[in-house]
């Protein structure tokens, strides 16, 4: 019962189907433009990074305290960026059209917007918080507390 709520929960959050969506059009638009040469690591390198989005976003729904949702956030964010530098890098190297490319920064862009405030309404909500077990998880979150002091920064 739990995960058909979860399962349908996520399929509602914005901010995973905005990532699943970009997922979909590099695999569809992105990758069948790479070079041949490229399939075992510019392709493979883009397409372990977009899949990681989604997947981290998803991985971190699952889990029941915020803190842990959280990070899962920041590895998504952090895959987002790599993502992007591949991206780039396909530009760089005419791979992709430059209409194509910027049709990818803009949803890039709402994308890093989405994360960024889906990592902030968790920190708002706490879920989970006052549940048994949490101040256990708190006290051994201290990497989550330097992240979350440089994101105060």
Request: hydrophobic content about 40%; some cysteine; glycine content about 4%.
């Amino acid at each position: 019962m739990v995960s058909i709520m979860s399962i349908q929960g996520l399929e509602r959050l914005e901010v995973w189907k905005k990532s699943n969506v970009l997922a979909i059009r590099i695999y569809q638009e992105v990758l069948p433009l790479l070079p041949k040469e490229e399939k075992w690591s510019l392709s493979k390198q883009l397409r372990r990074a977009t899949l990681s989005i989604p997947a981290n976003i998803a991985e971190g729904h699952g889990r029941y305290y915020f803190q842990e949702t959280v990070r899962f956030c920041y590895i998504a964010r952090g895959s987002l960026e790599e993502a992007y530098a591949y991206i780039i890098l396909a530009r760089d190297l005419s791979f992709i059209p430059l209409d194509l490319f910027n049709e990818l920064n803009k949803d890039i862009e709402e994308l890093i917007r989405l994360i960024n405030g889906y990592i902030a309404y968790l920190k708002r909500s706490k879920r989970g918080f006052d549940e048994p077990g949490c101040q256990i998880y708190l006290s051994n979150s201290d990497e989550i507390d330097k992240v979350e002091e440089l994101d105060k920064a």
